[in-house]
Nanobody, 117 residues
């Protein structure tokens, strides 16, 4: 059974930092592309960042220069370092594992990030 468990969310003031973690089990972690998405109340889920098996990374424009995605294949974990947080970053952050070129995709339950002004 595949599980993705996010942690590290919380309440932080604008300008602050948080580091999210997503621990994966039940899959061959190194073969999956890992990504972070977020969903704010009343809004659609949106892409934040992705890291491929070979380490290539992609970011959506609104987090470039502020967020950094990384992975530790030995620990089956993907991270999202979030700096210079803004109130508009407030959302539930969800971890995704996707096997490229297939329809196989798994989601975590999410972790709440709240940024106060």
């Amino acid at each position: 059974q595949v599980q993705l468990v996010e942690s590290g969310g919380g309440l932080v003031q604008a300008g602050g930092s948080l580091r999210l973690s997503c621990a994966a089990s039940g899959l061959t972690f190194g073969t999956y592309a890992m990504a972070w998405f977020r969903q704010a109340p009343g809004k659609e889920r949106e892409f934040v960042a992705q890291i491929l098996r070979d380490g290539r990374v992609y970011y959506t424009d609104f987090v470039k220069g502020r967020f950094t995605i990384s992975r530790d294949n030995a620990k089956n974990t993907v991270y999202l370092q979030m700096n210079a947080l803004k109130p508009e970053d407030t959302a539930v952050y969800l971890c995704n594992a996707r096997l490229i070129t297939t329809a196989i995709s798994y989601w975590g339950q999410g972790t709440q990030v709240t940024v106060s002004s």
